[in-house]
């Protein structure tokens, strides 16, 4: 009977008109009793079965209309299936009763993150639904922190998955279950009661460690990126990562000892993930907070990777804006770092190692005014970038020759003649041809171009002015 249910359940493809809910109501009702009937090998059985649900998932959450309003139902069913599991545990005593948890634990992850994407136009439903699923975690001796910082999820993926056996592996909708399952908690006192969780209690401990704060990070990395995922759950992962890194945690001193390296996909992936909240988000102020969680997510990370991250970003990033975002940020803390340290009178302590004190400072400069491709940038479409950029150079420049310094080498007769070179004076030309092409022109095109190239002109020609200065002295 279990290969006729599955082998049903798989042929749905093949029908291009029927109505999901209709047609997977009854065979997952009926999987969900003859799974009972199992008498023995239970687990090697339903280890068989639950891919070819979990496929009735994935095209539900793909294929299913917007207006069938036999979903809830659905997933009811499937939330029996989930009650038949647990049954059939509750009678084995040998090492099959483990994975057959550890089966159903993964089987309830990716319910979630079905139920968040396909509810959302109903919310009382989707929380009684994610409600019903969080009690399973209790049994399954699933934590809100093993979850949040996927060791959890790592640990029953080695343990169900063979050599021969690939399927779970590559599946990204359990991480992102497990983060949604925090994040639902976060969300409903209910959830988290029936989930056995307190969330304070599991929020201050993610608080007081880093390495948990860098394993949460890249958790709801999978939540950030997810382009399926209504906005009102990334909201609520913001307003998370905002409490988790609240207060002055980048002073701990166990982020100088541990090693950094084995986290930087999962935080590079994050935080491309809250760039495009930050561009995306339909509302101001979720935009806002992202921004915000940037900021502490970048603060985060140990200054020697900040640097190639930082970099990394603004390499793959396809928006001018971002870009500008991101070079604002090196300056906004540099500011901040220079203005406290010569409060002190610590001029050394301003120009201490760090990415926007050294030579690499001029490397993200050099990465706008003159891009791999070469030539100068384009413009009017990376106006924004450029301004950053400039300003940043600018910055930079005159903080060296305030404090009579020359830590990131921008005074240097040979970083000198390049910035003017190969970075001003072709940008120059380039600006003072589109204005010129423009300033006559009638065209709205016209108007906005020479808008935005109009600030450019004024701190361009500024920096020109400092370069040409500082040649002249050092003749």
């Avoid at 997977?24 to 068989?48: D, N, T, W």
């Avoid at 030309?429 to 092409?437: D, H, Q, S």
Wanted: net charge negative.
């Amino acid at each position: 009977m279990l290969p006729i249910l599955c082998e049903a359940l798989d042929s749905s493809s093949e029908g291009e008109t029927i109505k999901l809910s209709s047609y997977f109501a009854p065979l997952l009702s009926g999987l969900s009793e003859v799974l009972l009937m199992i008498k023995r090998c239970h687990f090697e059985q339903i280890k068989e079965v639950v891919p070819a649900i979990l496929r009735v998932w994935e095209k539900v959450s793909t294929d299913a209309d917007e207006e069938d309003s036999d979903l809830e139902d659905l997933f009811s069913r499937g939330i029996n299936i989930a009650n038949s599991m647990q049954t059939i545990h509750q009678k084995l005593d040998n090492g099959s009763a483990e994975k057959l948890l550890i089966l159903l634990g993964l089987y309830v992850l990716q319910m979630m993150t079905h139920v968040s994407i396909c509810m959302d136009e109903n919310v009382s439903s989707s929380l009684r639904l994610v409600t019903e699923l969080s009690h399973f975690l209790g049994c399954c001796h699933l934590s809100y922190i093993g979850l949040i910082t996927g060791s959890a999820v790592d640990m029953m993926i080695s343990t169900i998955t063979g050599e021969e056996d690939s399927f779970w592996a590559p599946l990204p909708s359990i991480k992102l279950g497990a983060a949604l399952s925090v994040i639902w908690g976060d969300m409903s006192n209910e959830v988290a009661h029936n989930a056995e969780e307190d969330l304070t209690a599991v929020k201050n401990e993610i608080r007081h460690s880093q390495t948990r704060r860098w394993q949460a990070i890249g958790m709801l990395r999978h939540v950030f990126c997810s382009a399926t995922l209504p906005w009102r759950l990334k909201k609520h992962a913001i307003d998370f990562l905002l409490c988790i890194t609240e207060g002055d945690i980048s002073q701990e001193c166990e982020s100088e000892t541990l090693d950094f390296s084995s986290f930087v996909p999962s935080q590079f992936a994050a935080l491309q993930g809250i760039e495009n909240v930050i561009m995306h988000a339909p509302d101001a102020v979720l935009r806002k907070k992202a921004f915000d969680v940037l900021k502490r997510v970048l603060a985060d990370i140990p200054i020697s990777p900040r640097f190639h991250i930082l970099k990394a970003l603004i390499t793959n990033c396809n928006s001018s804006s971002m870009v500008a975002i991101l070079l604002d940020i090196v300056r906004q803390v540099r500011h901040a770092k220079t203005s406290s340290e010569l409060s002190k009178g610590n001029v050394n302590e301003v120009f201490h190692e760090t990415p926007a004190w050294s030579a690499d400072v001029l490397e993200l400069v050099e990465l706008v005014l003159r891009p791999s491709k070469g030539g100068p940038p384009s413009l009017p479409e990376q106006s924004d970038a450029v301004l950053s950029a400039l300003n940043l150079y600018r910055f930079v420049f005159l903080s060296e020759s305030t404090g009579k310094t020359n830590y990131t080498g921008v005074l240097s007769k040979t970083n000198l003649k390049k910035a003017y070179n190969e970075w001003l004076l072709p940008l120059r030309t380039l600006v003072t041809g589109i204005l010129a092409e423009n300033r006559n022109d009638d065209d709205p095109f016209s108007f906005d171009a020479i808008g935005g190239l109009n600030p450019i002109e004024l701190v361009l020609y500024r920096c020109i002015e400092l370069v040409e200065e500082k040649l002249k002295h050092n003749l």
